[in-house]
C-alpha cells in the first residue's frame, strides 16, 4: 500500500467484500486482533470496513503525539450512529461550534469547583458499598459494573447537575441506566453489520426499533432533570443565590448561558450538552473503576497493598479527600497500570482536516480517515515491553515515558 510516498504496512489480504476488519468485527475478536497487529507492526496497519475507502489505525506514539495535536474533526463514520441518542454536545461537535461550547462550559472544570466534589463522591460510594455489605451478607452473587454505574450517576447527578439525595436506587435512574446499556450494545452492533449502515434501512429493523426507544428512555431521564432545574431556579431567591455563587455547575452554566443569550445556545442544544455529560460523565468512569477493581482482585498481592497504604493514610473511619488524593502514590500507580491495561475510551476517530507528515516521513492526504487505537498502544511491545504484564512499576514516580504513550482517555483539545 502506498501512501503519499511512503509505504505503510500492508496488513493481511483483503476480501473482496471489506477486509480483515469485516472477519474481525464478526467473531467478536477485535482487540486480540488489533493486538495482533500491533505486533506485527508497531506503528500503523491499513483497514477496510465493508468495502468502504481505506483508513489507517494507529498505535504508535509519536503518530498520536501530532494527530492529537491537530484540531481534525471527528469522523462521521465513527460517530453518527450516537447523533441519535447524545446529539450534537462536546463530543459529536467540530469546527468553531465545538470551540465556542468548550469556552462556554470550561468554568465548571476549575479546581476550584472539583474539589468539594470529592465529599459528594465519598458520599455516593458510602451508599454503594452499604448496599454490598448487604448483598454479601445474603451470600449473593455481586455484578459490580451495575452497582458502580449507579454510583458514579448518581455522583454526577449531584456535582454538575444540582441534584440533591440518593439516586441509587431511583426507579427513574436505574431506566436510564438500563437505556444507556443497551445503546451501548446496540451501536457497536450496528457498527458490525454492514446491512445496518443505511439509516432508512436500520429503522426498519428490530434492533433500529429497539434503539429509537431506549433513546427516548434516554431523553426522558434527562429532560426531566433540565425541567427540574428550570422550576428551583423559578422559585424565589433561588436563582439569586445561584448567581451569587463563585462558580455554577455544568448545567447551571448552560441555563444561564440560555437565559442571558438565547440565541447562542438553543434548546437542542443544551438538550444535546446535558445528554452527552450525562453519558460520558457516568459510564467510562464507572468502566474503568470496574476494571480497576477487576485487575486488583487478579492480583491480590498489589490489592493488599494499596489496602494497607490506604489504611494507614485514612485509618478505619476517615473520609477520603482532596489533599489524600497525592498521598497514594501505589495507589495511583495500580490504578494507571489498570487503565493502561483497559483503558476506558479504547479509540478515536479522525478525519484528516490537511496533509499530515509523521516524524518518520510517512504522509497522509486531506480527508484520510485515521482511527486512534489506544488499546493497541497500551498494548504494543515497542512502546510497553511485556504489555500483558501488571505491573505498576511502570508509573514509579521515577519513571519516564514518552509523553503520548499512556492515553486512556484519549488527548489533546478534543
Known amino acids: 500500500m502506498q501512501l503519499c510516498g511512503n509505504r505503510i504496512p500492508q496488513g493481511p489480504l ?47 506514539p509519536d503518530y498520536m503525539k501530532v494527530i492529537l495535536g491537530r484540531s481534525d474533526p471527528k469522523s462521521d463514520a465513527s460517530y453518527r450512529f450516537m447523533a441519535p441518542w447524545i446529539g450534537y454536545g462536546l463530543l459529536l461537535l467540530n469546527g468553531q461550534a465545538w470551540f465556542q461550547h468548550r469556552r462556554m462550559l470550561t468554568p465548571a472544570f476549575h479546581y476550584d469547583i472539583l474539589k468539594p466534589y470529592v465529599g459528594l463522591m465519598a458520599d455516593s460510594v458510602r451508599v454503594m458499598l452499604d448496599k454490598w455489605e448487604e448483598l454479601l451478607s445474603q451470600n ?67 434492533e433500529g426499533r429497539w ?35 463563585r462558580h455554577l455547575d455544568f448545567l447551571d452554566i448552560l441555563l444561564f448561558a ?17 445528554d452527552t455529560f450525562m453519558f460520558e460523565g457516568h459510564d467510562t468512569t464507572a468502566s474503568g473503576i470496574s476494571w480497576i477493581l477487576y485487575a486488583l482482585a487478579t492480583h491480590p498481592e498489589h490489592q493488599q497493598r494499596c489496602r494497607e497504604e490506604i489504611q494507614s493514610l ?55 480517515l485515521v482511527l486512534l487505537s489506544f488499546y493497541a498502544l497500551h498494548h504494543n511491545p515497542k512502546v510497553w515491553p511485556n504489555p500483558e504484564v501488571f505491573d505498576p512499576s511502570r508509573f514509579a514516580p521515577d519513571s519516564s515515558r514518552h509523553s503520548h504513550a499512556f492515553l486512556p482517555f484519549s488527548g489533546g483539545s478534543r
Open 14 to 60: 483483503l476480501h473482496r467484500f471489506g477486509g480483515i476488519l469485516e472477519d474481525e468485527l464478526q467473531n467478536g475478536q477485535e482487540l486480540q486482533e488489533l493486538q495482533k497487529r500491533a505486533e506485527k507492526y508497531p506503528c500503523a496497519s491499513p483497514r477496510w470496513l465493508w468495502g468502504s475507502k481505506v483508513s489507517l489505525i494507529v498505535y504508535d
Open 140 to 206: 449473593s452473587p455481586l455484578e459490580i459494573f451495575g452497582h458502580i454505574s449507579s454510583m458514579t450517576l448518581d455522583t454526577i447527578m449531584k456535582c454538575a447537575f444540582s441534584y440533591q439525595g440518593n439516586h441509587q436506587a431511583d426507579r427513574y435512574s436505574q431506566s436510564y441506566l438500563q437505556a444507556i446499556r443497551d445503546l451501548n450494545n446496540l451501536v457497536f452492533s450496528r457498527i458490525r453489520n454492514a446491512f445496518y449502515q443505511k439509516d432508512i434501512i436500520y429503522r426498519l429493523t428490530p
Open 211 to 245: 434503539n429509537h426507544r431506549a433513546c427516548q428512555l434516554a431523553h426522558q431521564h434527562t429532560d426531566r432533570v433540565i425541567k427540574l432545574r428550570k422550576a428551583q431556579l423559578q422559585e424565589e431567591g433561588e436563582l439569586e443565590k445561584v448567581r451569587r455563587k
Open 258 to 274: 440560555q437565559r442571558e443569550n438565547g440565541n447562542s445556545l438553543s434548546d437542542k442544544d443544551l438538550h444535546a450538552e446535558v
Open 314 to 368: 485514612l485509618g478505619d473511619g476517615a473520609s477520603i479527600t482532596w489533599d489524600h488524593l497525592d498521598q497514594m502514590p501505589y495507589t495511583t500507580m495500580c490504578i494507571k497500570e489498570a487503565l493502561r491495561l483497559y483503558p476506558p475510551v479504547p479509540g478515536v476517530g479522525r478525519e484528516l482536516s490537511k496533509p499530515i507528515t509523521f516524524p518518520d516521513g510517512r504522509s497522509l492526504p486531506k480527508g484520510f
